[in-house]
T-cell receptor, first 112, second 109 residues
Framework: DAGITQSPRYKITETGRQVTLMCHQTWSHSYMFWYRQDLGHGLRLIYYSAAADITDKGEVPDGYVVSRSKTENFPLTLESATRSQTSVYFC???????????FGEGSWLTVV | QKEVEQNSGPLSVPEGAIASLNCTYSDRGSQSFFWYRQYSGKSPELIMFIYSNGDKEDGRFTAQLNKASQYVSLLIRDSQPSDSATYLCAVNDGNQFYFGTGTSLTVIP
């Protein structure tokens, strides 16, 4: 049971480049989430999606774009990466009626 | 903005002792509360959740909820070195989840 998989797991990119982090889940969960985790800030919600083609902003959406054309995929794009976007990014999902979220392994992104 | 506050620690306890982790939250209307464990370099994993006032036990773990005081805690009995991790408290508001910054626990053999 693969659950949620994220790719790439580790990425170094330059300031100003576009970066896409991929997230794929095999549970057919309707909800998917993107969080970033930074020291001193904990997990902060970037965007979430209730279903295919339905997305909404979280706490820190600026500089990020998401899409969800298929239920199982929820890519996160940094249109023009900045050093402040250096972070660990976690994708998560939950069933529509459920109240527990499950996390992917994380993607470590460094912007230089 | 939902606030979830945790003491960042670090909290150190000897092996076999009880570790007590605390969390407060700002939204009095919050209904569900979660404890996640996160090992260094890994993703958070759910330990347990609690909805009702009082205690909920699962093995060595006990979650305690006091909605009047807006306080939730996690007790770990018979602490083991493998319990050394960061513990995240979370509350949900509909389909959004808000996390504390976590408490770092070290169990000393």
């Amino acid at each position: 049971d693969a659950g949620i998989t994220q790719s790439p797991r580790y990425k170094i990119t330059e300031t100003g480049r576009q970066v896409t982090l991929m997230c794929h889940q095999t549970w057919s969960h309707s909800y998917m989430f993107w969080y970033r985790q930074d020291l001193g800030h904990g997990l902060r919600l970037i965007y979430y999606s209730a279903a295919a083609d339905i997305t909404d902003k979280g706490e820190v959406p600026d500089g990020y774009v998401v899409s969800r054309s298929k239920t199982e995929n929820f890519p996160l794009t940094l249109e023009s990466a900045t050093r402040s976007q250096t972070s660990v990014y976690f994708c998560a999902s939950k069933e529509g009626s459920g109240n527990t979220i499950y996390f992917g392994e994380g993607s470590w992104l460094t912007v230089v | 903005q939902k606030e979830v506050e945790q003491n960042s620690g670090p909290l150190s306890v000897p092996e076999g002792a009880i570790a007590s982790l605390n969390c407060t939250y700002s939204d009095r209307g919050s209904q569900s509360f979660f404890w996640y464990r996160q090992y260094s370099g890994k993703s958070p994993e759910l330990i347990m959740f609690i909805y009702s006032n009082g205690d909920k036990e699962d093995g060595r773990f006990t979650a305690q909820l006091n909605k009047a005081s807006q306080y939730v805690s996690l007790l770990i009995r018979d602490s083991q070195p493998s319990d050394s991790a960061t513990y995240l408290c979370a509350v949900n508001d509909g389909n959004q989840f808000y996390f504390g910054t976590g408490t770092s626990l070290t169990v000393i053999p």
